[in-house]
Structures are given as structure tokens and as C-alpha cells.
């Protein structure tokens, strides 16, 4: 998860800014940037713990309802 998606983020973004440059609409940017580290600092939380409980479990899926939340009322609101 982490390589994959540093690796999206980072390179193919920059290769794209940098073969092409263009003006990149900043809201949806940011959304998913903030959404991703938040995913990433939980993923590593549990990770750390070395065990998964079953509220961290549930955690993660409100977390991605979330996600899924907002990208529905930013939808609306285009």
C-alpha cells in the first residue's frame, strides 16, 4: 500500500507535471492527500501494534465511509 501509493503520488504526478505542466484543481487535490495520510497514520498505527481488534477494523471502515461521504457531498456541490 505504501510503495504503490507513494509511487502514484510522487512520481506519476511529477512526470506529468513535469512532461506536461497544467493548473491542477487544488480542493479534490488536497482531499485526497488528506485522506491518503490519514490512511497511511492508521495503517501504521496498527501495523505497529501488531495486532488488529476489531474496533480498529471497524475504524478503517468509517474512515473509508468517510472518504466516500465527502466525495459525494463535493460531487453535489459542483
Do not use: H, W
Amino acid at each position: 500500500m505504501v510503495g504503490a501509493g507513494v509511487f502514484v503520488t510522487a512520481v506519476v504526478s511529477g512526470a506529468v507535471i513535469i512532461a506536461k505542466p497544467f493548473q491542477c484543481m487544488e480542493r479534490p487535490l488536497l482531499r485526497d492527500v488528506v485522506f491518503y495520510i490519514v490512511a497511511l497514520f492508521y495503517t501504521f498505527f496498527i501495523m505497529y501494534r501488531r495486532e488488529i481488534y476489531t474496533l480498529q477494523a471497524i475504524g478503517m471502515n468509517i474512515v473509508f465511509c468517510i472518504v466516500r461521504l465527502v466525495l459525494v457531498l463535493m460531487l453535489g456541490l459542483t
